[in-house]
């Protein structure tokens, strides 16, 4: 890794943790780290005090799992998430590697994670998404059912509903941003009992690069950034 490379890295996680001790020092920093290198999820964590990380594509998680670090140098364990959009035969793949699937988004796919959970003798924790924006091309648990669909998930005794997801619309402003970020910060709190059983460390984890400080703004209680954090990101499909 370059020394340049390096100096990079150490600017950007800079860059982001003074938002975040500015707007909302509680929120936790999660590194989307799709289509990053091991080699540079292992400098953050080594380095920069990296302890969240996620990723969203099964095959690109199994890829680096291994190489990843799963502790920092001072004993503060990694904790890998799952962010992206899940299929329910891909289960099986990482219910053993990932702390939490932020992505519960439908029924079928609660019911292969317990089956899968109880295969392992294991809870496994769970963010249920919500589309904020009800956009019809995205995945997530229409704002107006998640009441509903959290009794209806409350039966499965090996998921533990620990917060709530959403991605938020492209949107122009941060006033924009701030307009969904709150809506979804008002449902975190009308759910907060049933979502976490009276546990206070719920987290609501929403903000993405281009949202982040409006989302840190809102209360987020988790931030995941990818592209800020370690540049544009290089496809395999373009990579020359
Ligand atoms: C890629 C990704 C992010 C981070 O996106 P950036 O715009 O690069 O910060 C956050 N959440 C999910 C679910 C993602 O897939």
Redesign the pocket.
């Known amino acids: 890794m370059t020394e340049e490379r390096k100096k990079q890295l150490q600017d950007s996680f800079a860059r982001v943790r003074a938002e975040i001790a500015a707007r909302n020092p509680e929120a936790i920093l999660l590194a ?1 780290t ?1 289509t990053v290198p091991v080699e540079d999820i292992n400098y953050a964590i080594d380095h920069l005090g990296l302890t969240h990380i ?1 990723e ?1 594509r099964v095959p690109e998680l199994l890829e680096k799992y291994d190489g990843i670090h799963k502790a920092t140098p001072d004993g503060k364990p990694v904790s890998i998430h799952f ?2 959009h899940l299929q329910t035969n891909k289960v099986k793949y990482i219910i053993d590697k990932v702390d939490v699937i932020q992505s519960l988004d439908r029924l079928s796919l609660a019911e292969e994670i317990q089956r899968q959970a109880e295969k392992h003798d294991r809870t496994v924790d769970v963010y249920v998404e919500v589309n904020i924006g009800r956009e019809e091309a995205k995945s997530g648990v229409d704002p107006d059912k998640v009441e509903e669909f959290l009794s209806e998930i409350s039966g499965f005794s090996r998921i533990r509903v620990a917060g709530l997801m959403t ?1 938020a619309p492209k949107c122009a402003s941060f006033e924009e941003y701030l307009k969904y970020f709150a809506e979804m910060r008002q449902i975190f709190i009308d759910n907060t009992e049933k979502i976490m059983h009276n546990r206070l460390e719920a987290c609501l984890s929403m903000g ?3 949202s982040y400080t409006a989302a840190l703004e809102a209360g987020s209680g988790m931030i ?5 954090l370690f540049g544009a ?1 290089v496809y395999p499909e373009v990579r020359k």
């Open positions: 989307a799709k996620g969203n962010i992206g991605m993405m690069s281009d995941r950034v990818g592209s800020t990101r």
